[in-house]
């Protein structure tokens, strides 16, 4: 069996692995700054629908978007299984609000299949591969897409007073 290399000469790739609904996903480890139990979240008037709030983490101010409702999914109350994990994307620290954060673990990257054409609704494109993992299969979020540029304007507005890191 052939593993594929990356350009950076790398044969896998280290994820965080969450649950929302019931399902799998996955971000790379690299963009993973923290991960919290849920704090109290402070309310932001007029924030999109699926930002939460905001968080004080250590003195930074960090938006929480809840990822059920971005997905389109109905909102949950917490439970004590609920997660807040802090990425880094476009120099931003933005919460994620998951179900569940259940293991970090290596995925060959030979295992990472593209979006099948398929899979068309407006909800795909926050999302970049599927990984196998034995039987198990982890979806692969694109950070980038699930915080767009139009959002991080939003998120950076002075009712948010979002920390940038350098």
């Known amino acids: ?7 950076t000469g790398e044969t896998e790739e280290q994820l965080v692995a969450f649950t929302v609904a019931g399902e799998s996903y996955g971000v790379n480890i690299a963009a993973v700054n923290t991960i919290i139990r849920l704090a109290e979240i402070t309310h932001v008037p007029h924030a999109p629908a699926y930002v939460r709030g905001v968080i004080n983490l250590r003195g930074v101010i960090v938006p929480v978007v809840d990822v ?50 398929f899979i068309t609704s407006t909800d795909a494109r926050y999302l970049r591969g ?14 980038d897409e699930v915080l767009r540029h139009d959002d991080e304007t939003a998120l950076r507005t002075p009712d948010f007073a979002v920390a940038s890191v350098v």
């Open 68 to 117: 059920r409702v971005r997905f389109g999914l109905p909102a949950t109350d917490a439970d004590k299984a609920t997660r807040v994990m802090v990425v880094e994307n476009r120099n931003m620290l933005i919460g994620l609000l998951v179900d569940a954060v259940t293991e970090t673990l290596r995925l060959p990257l030979a295992a990472i299949e593209p979006l099948s054409p």
């Open 1 to 7: 069996m052939t593993t594929a290399t990356s350009h």
């Open 130 to 143: 599927v990984g196998k993992l034995g039987e198990r299969l982890i979806i692969l979020l694109a950070l």
